[in-house]
């Protein structure tokens, strides 16, 4: 089973930018990695999925312009890229794996979920 630790979250303002970290225990080469979000009160929401064969989709076309997904498999490792970041990001970011390759729209398939990290964007 795997285990995976989410980091890189923290306090930015308005337009910076941040890079977060989906560290995992043991290989995910074979399988789909996905970001979500949670903000307080709100639905957990995808974002963005990246499939074993490096193919990424968006949930949200909306999200295309400012997120990139990314994964380095040698180090068992998923980036989430997040640009010019505005205070509706404020939320917590939760890694999650798919042992599948392929991308799923439901969260409810994805097999192994991160603790989450903490992002808030205030000034």
């Known amino acids: 089973q795997l285990h995976i630790v989410e980091s890189g979250g923290g306090l930015v303002q308005p337009g910076e930018s941040l890079r977060l970290s989906c560290a995992a225990s043991a290989s995910t080469k074979n399988y789909a990695i996905a970001w979500f979000r949670q903000a307080p009160g709100k639905e957990r929401a995808g974002i963005s999925c990246i499939s074993a064969l490096g193919i990424v989709s968006y949930y949200k076309d909306s999200m295309i312009d400012r997120f990139t997904i990314s994964r380095d498999n040698a180090a068992n490792t998923v980036y989430l890229q997040m640009n010019n970041l505005k205070p509706e990001d404020t939320a917590i970011y939760y890694c999650?794996?798919?042992?599948?390759?392929?991308?799923?729209?439901?969260?409810?398939?994805?097999?192994?979920w991160g603790q989450g990290t903490q992002v808030t964007v205030s000034s």
């Open positions: 999650a794996a798919h042992y599948r390759t392929w991308c799923t729209q439901n969260q409810g398939s994805y097999d192994v």
